[in-house]
């Protein structure tokens, strides 16, 4: 059971638009910035977005991410068969023992 | 350009040990915290450990608190886990990630990841 709660799987059309949640506590997202993870099939996860909403060199304009209280959301416009990935959220969560970082359990994009 | 590079896994037996080496390059290495992310086959992500830039500060997942100790040589630009009494459940391929600021707890993201090394616990 992660601490943070992603939806299992999303699906879309190419083109189209998703959306991926991410639901936490006051303790994790609500007081800390969310971070945002794709993982390629057999391939080491690569940070799409940091600080909530802020896009490292190199990741397009198509992924974009947002807080609000203790809930975050990444969305993904003019979906690509190569989106195809799973997607994970993670953050500080001070309510562990000295503090950790916590993950969501990951949601699988399909790209219809 | 800024690579790390995981070794040292491997198949071991429970209750025995083993060290994992991540070499870095490409970044000045003792300005940023890092960590080791884990990732069993087929499940997500768990965050194993994070040590801050000048080791100062050192933190675990209460998983393998007590057993797993992390350690960096900013001379090397080398971190390291030295993972003891392992356990079954502690079969993973783990991952060596930079953070994106000096200090662990004050986590914002991991912005770069090894290829990771797998580690399999088992008679």
């Known amino acids: 059971q992660s601490v943070l709660t992603q939806p299992p799987s999303v699906s879309a059309a190419p083109g189209q638009k998703v959306t991926i949640s991410c639901s936490g506590s006051s303790s994790n997202i609500g007081n800390n910035y969310v971070s945002w993870y794709q993982q390629l099939p057999g391939t080491a996860p690569k940070l799409l977005i940091y600080d909530n909403n802020k896009r490292p060199s190199g990741i397009p304009d198509r992924f974009s991410g947002s807080k609000s209280g203790t809930s975050a959301t990444l969305g993904i416009t003019g979906l690509q068969t190569g989106d195809e990935a799973d997607y994970y959220c993670?953050?500080?969560?001070?309510?562990?023992?000295?503090?950790?970082?916590?993950f969501g359990g990951g949601t699988k994009l399909t790209v219809l | 350009e800024v690579q790390l590079v995981e070794s040292g896994g491997g198949l071991v037996q429970p209750g025995r040990s083993l060290r994992l080496s991540c070499a870095a390059s490409?970044?000045?290495?003792?300005?940023?915290?890092m960590h080791w992310v884990r990732q069993a086959p087929g499940k997500g992500l768990e965050w194993v450990s994070g040590i801050s830039w000048n080791s100062g500060s050192i933190g675990y997942a209460d998983s393998v608190k007590g057993r797993f100790t992390i350690s960096r040589d900013n001379a090397k630009n080398s971190l390291y886990l030295q993972m003891n009494s392992l356990r079954a459940e502690d079969t993973a391929l783990y991952y060596c990630?930079?953070?994106?600021?000096?200090?662990?707890?004050?986590?914002?993201?991991?912005?770069?990841w090894g290829q990771g090394t797998m580690v399999t616990v088992s008679s």
């Open positions: 490409g970044f000045t290495f003792d300005d940023y915290a």
């Open positions: 990630a930079k953070d994106k600021g000096g200090y662990f707890y004050d986590h914002h993201a991991f912005d770069i």
């Open positions: 993670g953050t500080w969560d001070s309510s562990l023992s000295a503090g950790g970082v916590v």
